[in-house]
T-cell receptor, first 118, second 114 residues
Framework: GAVVSQHPSRVICKSGTSVKIECRSL??????MFWYRQFPKKSLMLMAT?????????EQGVEKDKFLINHASLTLSTLTVTSAHPEDSSFYIC??????????????FGPGTRLTVL | GNSVTQMEGPVTLSEEAFLTINCTYT??????LFWYVQYPGEGLQLLLK?????DKGSNKGFEATYRKETTSFHLEKGSVQVSDSAVYFC?????????????FGQGTILTVHP
């Protein structure tokens, strides 16, 4: 099956710094990737849709200048949390569309990145 | 808009007990339905899926049937194991202008005791 990786798996940073999280599709090309945020014991909240070669589409209420998304190649999307603050601490998960979608509308998820801002 | 509602958790069972986690949805058109499982500290894994009404998804002893008449996709397993302890998410994949996006339920924590 399709495999999606994320790096790093865990990051701790100081308030005010920027953090970059990478999402890679390892054995397929993904024109569309998604970024989610998960709070403790809560569901996943879609933050944005990352489109290869074009600007990301952000969900309502998500600050695009705060969460920068770049999808420079068919196998890599990055999420940069700029000027991170403690309230940005969360579990960030990416996913990629099934390349042979055929209307199944299925996504493959990365293992997630735990961000802690001190 | 689209929405997914799961039964409130947490659910605590003894090993070999029967499991049901209810899931109902609201959507326009003909969505695909999914159950994802998240083990502690990990990302989501697809457990099973169904793409049209009356389809039954099954995997690892878990089953769910796409019921359009009741807009439901309840997850069941006849005999749970300790290793099934995880968080379970029901999700909907819509069509139309929202094609490709998933809408998740709030998740149900399952704990299975020996």
């Amino acid at each position: 099956g399709a495999v999606v990786s994320q790096h790093p798996s865990r990051v701790i940073c100081k308030s005010g710094t920027s953090v970059k999280i990478e999402c890679r599709s390892l054995d397929f090309q993904a024109t569309t990737m998604f970024w989610y945020r998960q709070f403790p014991k809560k569901s996943l909240m879609l933050m944005a849709t990352s489109n290869e070669g074009s600007k990301a589409t952000y969900e309502q209420g998500v600050e695009k200048d705060k969460f920068l998304i770049n999808h420079a190649s068919l196998t890599l999307s990055t999420l940069t949390v700029t000027s991170a603050h403690p309230e940005d601490s969360s579990f960030y998960i990416c996913s990629a569309r099934d390349p042979a979608d055929s209307g199944r509308n299925e996504q493959f998820f990365g293992p997630g990145t735990r961000l802690t801002v001190l | 808009g689209n929405s997914v509602t799961q039964m409130e958790g947490p659910v605590t069972l003894s090993e070999e007990a029967f499991l049901t986690i209810n899931c109902t949805y609201t959507a326009t058109g003909y969505p695909s339905l999914f159950w994802y499982v998240q083990y502690p500290g990990e990302g989501l894994q697809l457990l099973l899926k169904a793409t049209k009404a009356d389809d039954k998804g099954s995997n690892k002893g878990f089953e769910a049937t796409y019921r359009k008449e009741t807009t439901s996709f309840h997850l069941e397993k006849g005999s749970v194991q300790v290793s099934d302890s995880a968080v379970y998410f029901c999700a909907l994949g819509a069509g139309g202008t929202s094609y490709g996006k998933l809408t998740f339920g709030q998740g149900t924590i399952l704990t299975v005791h020996p």
